[in-house]
Nanobody
Framework: QVQLVESGGGLVQAGGSLTLSCAAS????????MGWYRQEPGKQLELVAS???????NYVDSVKGRFTISGDNVPSSVFLQMDSLKPEDTAVYYC?????????WGQGTQVTVSS
């Protein structure tokens, strides 16, 4: 079982920035994908950004140009730099880790963007 520890999140005004961090107790497990989903109240889970262990990143269209995902391989960790935040970015953000048959999720962190 891979444990994930999230940090970051909080309240920010529109146009501001926040950084989310997530560390996985994955040892040297490879290959893997880490990233962030988010969920607004009453809506479905949405993939925000992902990063593979070989450095391939992917973003949902609504955050392209504003969010940047990066990571470290040892230990396996992922960071989400969120700039130019909008009220519609308000959601609970969940870190995830996937490798072969292993799938783990963080506890979620609230991001609130006020207008």
């Amino acid at each position: 079982q891979v444990q994930l520890v999230e940090s970051g999140g909080g309240l920010v005004q529109a146009g501001g920035s926040l950084t989310l961090s997530c560390a996985a107790s994955a040892g040297r497990l490879r290959p893997y994908t880490m990233g962030w989903y988010r969920q607004e109240p009453g809506k479905q889970l949405e993939l925000v950004a992902s990063l593979t262990s070989d450095g391939t990143s992917n973003y949902v269209d609504s955050v392209k140009g504003r969010f940047t995902i990066s990571g470290d391989n040892v230990p396996s960790s992922v960071f989400l730099q969120m700039d130019s935040l909008k009220p519609e970015d308000t959601a609970v953000y969940y870190c995830y880790f996937m490798s072969l048959a292993i799938e783990s999720w963080g506890q979620g962190t609230q991001v609130t963007v006020s207008s």
